[in-house]
């Protein structure tokens, strides 16, 4: 059985000011009528999957909730995070909770905020995993990579067609050695979904990260069940270590296996993503809200009073209620920056 897992924990910092602590880019409707949760959920339902393990921020548990049931499924639990730890210690508690009555699915994990705009290859390559890791692979889906961006993790595959031993996972390589990558071939970028048993996962986690596990293990134990939710125990989850999947694990397992795929995937990272993603005008405009554009090409605006661009090119204009972004659509990076600052002055 297939047990999706919705990691749901991120901030989505390069998005601000829409995105913010108190309301990350998951739960926004940024590229379509759905959240980018809900649209998580929407994209694995037909195949026929168990209701999802979310884990979250103890912040935003009525949000994940709400906006699930808003598109008509139950979370089958709301594990919530004290604290964060990055999405290996999560990814071990929704293994705890998915094997907890004696059960070992499928997880499917899924980060809840990138957007994949053809489901159907979506659902078909899952299907092309399955036996893979049946048979105790830890499947990562493989984007091919496009630019030496320094935000991904790098698979080097084997040869073969569909899934395929990883040769090397180096997760985030700087930008020299990105490159580097691209230009040898046969690299493809980790997008960040994974199928494994619940048990498999549990066991590498457990050979190369045993403080980890056990700290989580511990949490899980511990936890305050109330309806829906499992609140970890804050202070046994705390002393987990705070690291990804991708170091604890993936770049270290000899059990992992790539399947490539072509689902029109996108993490919307940045507003330039976000630009990419939409649909543009003929000047290459895109915009969420009311926007003239006059004599202005390559823009991106997200607002909610009506926007006016004169002869401007490649911006990013977001308007709030309580701020505005304007900044270069190849700068939009550093909006991390602006978010940094406004912690130091916190
Ligand atoms: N529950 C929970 N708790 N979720 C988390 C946490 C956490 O502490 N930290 C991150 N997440 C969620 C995020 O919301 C996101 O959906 C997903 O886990 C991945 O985390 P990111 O922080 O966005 O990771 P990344 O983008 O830097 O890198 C990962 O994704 C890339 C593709 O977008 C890695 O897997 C890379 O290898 C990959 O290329
Ligand atoms: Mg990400």
Do not use: C
Not at 70 to 77: C, F, K, L, R
């Amino acid at each position: 059985q297939l047990q999706p897992v919705l990691l749901s924990g991120g901030s989505g910092t390069r998005l601000w000011p829409l995105s913010r602590e108190a309301y990350p880019k998951q739960f926004l409707a940024l590229a379509g009528e759905h959240t980018m949760l809900q649209d998580t959920w929407l994209r694995v339902a037909p195949l026929d999957a168990l209701a999802p393990i979310v884990v979250a921020n103890e912040e935003h548990r009525f949000l994940a909730g709400e906006q699930l049931r808003q598109v008509g499924v139950e979370a089958a639990a709301i594990m919530l995070e004290p604290v964060g730890r990055n999405t290996a210690p999560a990814i071990a508690a929704a293994a705890l909770q998915a094997t907890a009555a004696g059960a070992d699915p499928l997880l499917l994990v899924l980060p809840s905020d990138h957007v994949v705009r053809d489901a159907d290859a979506f659902r078909a390559a899952v299907r092309e995993a399955t036996p893979a890791a049946e048979g105790g692979a830890l499947v990562t889906f493989g984007i091919v990579a496009e630019a030496p961006e320094t935000g991904f993790g790098y698979i080097q595959a084997g040869p073969g067609e569909g899934v395929r031993e990883v040769l090397r996972f180096v997760e985030k390589p700087d930008a020299a050695t990105a490159q580097g990558y691209l230009d040898a071939g046969g690299y493809y970028w980790n997008s960040g979904m994974f199928l494994f048993r619940a048990s498999r996962y549990l066991e590498e986690l457990g050979r190369f990260r045993p403080e980890m596990l056990d700290a989580v293990r511990k949490a899980f134990e511990s936890a305050a069940r109330d309806g829906d939710f499992v609140r970890l125990d804050r202070d046994a989850f705390a002393t987990a270590p705070s690291d990804s999947i991708d170091y604890a694990v993936m770049e270290r397992t000899d059990r992992a296996m790539v399947l490539p795929v072509d689902i029109g995937w996108n993490d919307v990272g940045s507003w330039s993503a976000l630009w990419a993603v939409s649909p543009q005008d003929a000047d290459g405009n895109a915009h969420h809200g009311e926007v003239i554009a006059v004599d202005s090409r390559g823009s991106y605006v997200w607002s909610r009073r009506m926007v006016a661009l004169v002869g401007v090119e490649d911006l990013v204009v977001v308007e709030t209620d309580d701020a505005v972004l304007v900044a270069k659509k190849d700068r939009v990076q550093q909006v991390k920056e602006v978010v940094a600052r406004l912690k130091a002055d916190d």
